[in-house]
């Protein structure tokens, strides 16, 4: 809100110049933060693809959770005003990619009652296949809604 009262200052004294680079401050607050809320279901995401691949199946509440957390991934990144989406494929590509690792240490906790560290669990999956299947299923979700709102 600090942004908001400082840049009414900016407009009210015409200091159109500051009120800009103001405005370009805010927008990368505000993509951070999407960014940040996409990881976070990203991390739910990878981690429940994880055990399922590990552990050789899965759970009412795995898919659950799956689902969830893509829909939630894709709620957070579309933009409300237009057709658009904060981040691109290649960003929430990226995005799976950052935590991944944060996955894998959370899976060790609960793959086969946490016999294995994250060391081990890392050798037993492929990453960039299972950040395509992520992608894969965003997609999905994303086609699954746009033929239900058409």
Do not use: C
Request: glycine share 2%.
């Amino acid at each position: 809100m600090e942004e908001l009262a400082q840049l009414r200052t900016y407009l009210e004294a015409q200091r159109y110049d500051e009120a800009l680079v103001l405005i370009g401050e805010m927008e990368e607050m505000a993509k951070e933060d999407k960014i940040n809320k996409i990881g976070s279901f990203a991390i739910i995401l990878l981690l429940h693809l994880i055990k399922q691949h590990v552990e050789q199946r899965s759970t009412r509440s795995w898919d659950v959770f799956v689902r969830n957390a893509v829909r939630e991934i894709e709620r957070t990144n579309k933009r409300r005003n237009s057709d658009g989406y904060y981040a691109s494929e290649a960003d929430v590509r990226e995005i799976l990619t950052t935590v991944f690792p944060v996955a894998i240490n959370r899976a060790s906790l609960e793959i086969h009652e946490g016999r294995y560290d994250s060391s081990e669990i890392a050798t037993m999956i492929h990453p960039e296949a299972m950040i395509s299947q992520a992608i894969a299923l965003i997609l999905q979700n994303r086609s699954a809604n746009q033929i239900t709102t058409s």
